[in-house]
């Protein structure tokens, strides 16, 4: 397992106009970006606002998880279950939930016979342009791939420091809510918290406490029993085996 370091100094500030890398369409990477240098700067972002909630080992394999699952898309999109979405697999619910976060735009200015990318924050308006346009991809584009270069072209995009933080806000919250289930949850081996987390960010708290099996059987420490209870039915098998593999390696306190 290769461990991605948190490390202790420094402080993260974000001032003036920070912004991330910027993609061809000067929107921080764009739709599913897997650029080496978005990926690094959510990551590190993620894990340093992680440190005070989970060890270090249980929160690289999370923020790793997560990536490979959701992706990071910095523009508005909606996604196959038709839900607003954002960063990370960050639920957008609705038109309020995008105007609450600090969407941005890259705009060109002509100085000193040159042009220059400036990244200024986006207005309301903008925001709510780029969630309906967003909804009108969703809903007249067959194609998800199609969608997907559709969504990209907006100009309206959060930079990957903010999505670092969301992310690691998601992590956070779902963490709060497995430990109202588990009462134990910190002290299981990191593979099945990062199997529980999974599972409960993918399907929310109200679905997830429908396993009861899967439940009974975390709370007896039965990790056979919790990767057979674990299949999730609309999630892909990949997915699934994947989720099923970590309970098991939790039986060897990894």
């Given at each position: ?51 005070k ?25 909606f ?24 969407f ?26 780029a ?100 299949h ?19 039986k060897?306190?990894?």
């Amino acid at each position: 397992i290769r461990i991605l370091s948190m490390s202790d100094e420094g402080t993260l500030t974000v001032t003036g106009s920070t912004t991330g890398p910027t993609g061809p369409n000067g929107n921080g990477g764009g739709i599913g970006s897997n650029r080496a240098d978005d990926l690094t700067s959510v990551t590190d972002v993620a894990l340093y606002a992680l440190k005070k909630r989970l060890d270090e080992v249980t929160a690289s394999l999370v923020v790793r998880m997560m990536l490979d699952n959701e992706g990071l898309v910095n523009n508005i999109y909606f996604d196959t279950n038709g839900i607003p979405t954002v960063g990370v697999g960050y639920n957008l619910h609705d038109l309020s939930g995008a105007l609450g976060l600090s969407f941005q735009k890259t705009t060109r200015i002509h100085r000193h016979d040159d042009d220059y990318l400036q990244t200024v924050s986006a207005t309301d308006g903008e925001i709510e342009s780029a969630y309906n346009y967003a909804r009108s991809v969703s809903l007249t584009t067959k194609s998800y791939s199609d969608k997907l270069t559709a969504y990209r072209q907006s100009n309206i995009f959060l930079n990957n420091i903010f999505v670092g933080q969301l992310l690691a806000k998601t992590v956070g919250d779902t963490v709060n809510e497995l430990s109202g289930v588990f009462s134990d949850f910190g002290s299981y081996p990191s593979s099945a918290k990062v199997a529980l987390i999974d599972m409960d960010f993918n399907l929310g708290l109200p679905r997830f406490q429908n396993f009861h099996k899967l439940i009974a059987a975390v709370k007896a420490n039965d990790w056979d029993t919790a990767a057979e209870e674990s299949h999730r039915i609309g999630v892909g098998a990949e997915r699934n085996a994947k989720t099923a593999a970590l309970f098991q390696a939790a039986k060897k306190g990894e």
